[in-house]
């Protein structure tokens, strides 16, 4: 399977993007899938998180309110709704596929099989 993120862009502070990630080559209807990002000289962090109905999400603290995750199972595709954007969430996104959902929602990257290559996202203040 590959993944194939698109939608970033240079936004200044309280502005919106709307990231895309399609899969290609298989099916990603059962999976959880994900994304995560990582900013120059940080650690990749986990974003937000899907399940593969789309009934359930989970999102790290600093990004709640601001951010929506959803996905159209029969497009292959998950979306990261970006909004209020603040400087700090400066970073390159990646998109992530392939995790399961039990016994609790994925939020490592070892838990995720499938990445994409990223799209920059940058916000100035």
């Known amino acids: 399977v590959q993944l194939q993120a698109s939608g970033g862009g240079s936004v200044q502070a309280g502005g919106s993007l709307r990231l895309s990630c399609v899969g290609s080559g298989g099916s990603l209807r059962m999976d959880a899938m994900g994304w995560f990002r990582q900013a120059p000289g940080k650690e990749r962090e986990f974003v937000a998180s899907i399940n593969w109905s789309g009934g359930s999400t989970d999102y790290t603290d600093s990004v709640k309110g601001r951010f929506t995750i959803s996905r159209d199972s029969a497009k292959n595709t998950v979306y990261l709704q970006m909004n209020s954007l603040k400087p700090e969430d400066t970073a390159v996104y990646l998109c992530?596929?392939?995790?399961?959902?039990?016994?609790?929602?994925?939020?490592?990257?070892?838990?995720?099989?499938?990445w994409g290559q990223g799209t920059l996202v940058t916000v100035s203040s």
């Open positions: 992530a596929a392939g995790g399961r959902w039990l016994p609790r929602a994925p939020r490592t990257t070892r838990e995720y099989v499938y």
